[in-house]
């Protein structure tokens, strides 16, 4: 370990590695301090997901069958109606891999391209000269140490230890996530008494928030149910799904729990000699809760910026570092946001209404549900479909107006929010003014925890 370095990194999964390697490829000198060890990182869940294209798109190291990190891959990914009767099938291409082998794989991506990686490294807060960070104090195998930096990264998960340790005048939020704000998820492992072909597909009850998905060879099937609020609601919601949905008979062999960030990103991703990435910045898909790509969009991003604010040995300042948030807002940062805002109420329906929508195509229709997080591609005739079934479920007592009311109300809400973000300030100067009505938006939107409705 040397003294000092352009780039000290707090976390070294899947946000760390990334940007490690971005930055080490340019040239930057990089540390990552990481406080676990190889063999306790990322063990918080065994088996997660990431799309082939994403892989692809961000260069990420690439897995096989047999390599002892690859689990499966899958393209069919079903939608069902809350009774099983209505599925609508799309399709995807997804990697299943064990997190724990993955991350030391990204890792060592990183160290390739030269950055140094130390384990067992346990920051404990920043150093600042002028006011300005300028290193780490941080704990190796028990012992201080200190290192200086130019660019300090916080990649350490949702606890976002480096963000939440800055001074209150740094320009940073320092917001914990508290229930309200994270996605409950419980994972059972399922063995079939008789595996049939269609449960060991990809397949997604909107209504439950549960998802059936292949497994690693320890199970046929993983059974996920998300949820805000508490594990309590999520498992009411699984029991209500064993009433409604005809699965064949499984045992669980083992479970997992976990929580994953459900509140909008932070507002500014830098401040001077600074940057948050990952769940630490809230970056997670807000249709599902998943944050080891999510984050990539930012990232690559961060790393172009960065690069040029530090060129010739320069400090990278809050202004140099603003493209960040500007570009990132103009893209998927608004897409995000969006979609966050209206899922706020989307879900918040009865069983009969969600049931009656599926039937008719309409709202979940194929054409919509494909389109989340996407581009739409959604034509007047889907709209002017979805009002008929709209009017025809509440003539028909299948729809309480005060249901679609909300929903509609919500979508409203989030095309505000995208317009807002549309307008991101090109500099700091225009911040503080945005901020305020970025506020009062949110305020108005307010979360899933919200809206969750009793069952
Ligand atoms: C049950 C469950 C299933 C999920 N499934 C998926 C999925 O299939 N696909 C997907 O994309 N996402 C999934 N997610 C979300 C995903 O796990 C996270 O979004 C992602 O891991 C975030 O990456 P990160 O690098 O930002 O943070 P993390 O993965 O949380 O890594 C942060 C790192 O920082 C380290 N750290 C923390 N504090 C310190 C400190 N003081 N000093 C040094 N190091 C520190 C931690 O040890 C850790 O290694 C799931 C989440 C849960 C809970």
Redesign the pocket.
Known sequence: MKDFYDVVI???????AYFARKMAERGFSVLV????TPET??R??D????GRAEMARYGLPQVQPGDGVYCFAFTDDTQYSPYGQHAKPGKTDVIGMH?NGY?LRMDAWAEEAGAEILYG???NDALYENGRISGVR?TLDGAPAQVGCRLLAD?????A?VRRSLPDTYGIEKFALTARDVFF?K?RYIKFEEPMERWLKSQFYLFYKIWIAPSDDSADAIL?VGSSCSYEVGEKFYQLFCKNVRTPPYRVVRE??????YHRALYSFVADGFIA????AC??KPNN???????LALEEIAADVAAAAMQGGAYPTRDALWPINKRYNDGQGKEFAMVLAAFARAVSHSIKMNDFLYAHDAIFSKKIIGAVGGSSGIGPGEIAKAVFFILYGMATGNIKPTEIGGMLLGGVKAVRVLLHYARYPANPAGFPAWVKKADRLWDSVGQMADYQIEI
Not at 47 to 50: G, K
Not at 277 to 280: I, K, L, N, R
């Open positions: 707090v976390g070294a999964s899947s946000a760390g301090l990481e406080k676990e990182l990322s918080e869940y088996v997660f997901h990431m997190k991350m490294a346990c920051y941080f990649c350490s998960g949702k606890q230890v998820v994972l996920g997992e729990v976990g929580t994953t960030p990435m990952g769940d630490a970056l997670t809760g998943e944050g080891t790509t999510a984050a």
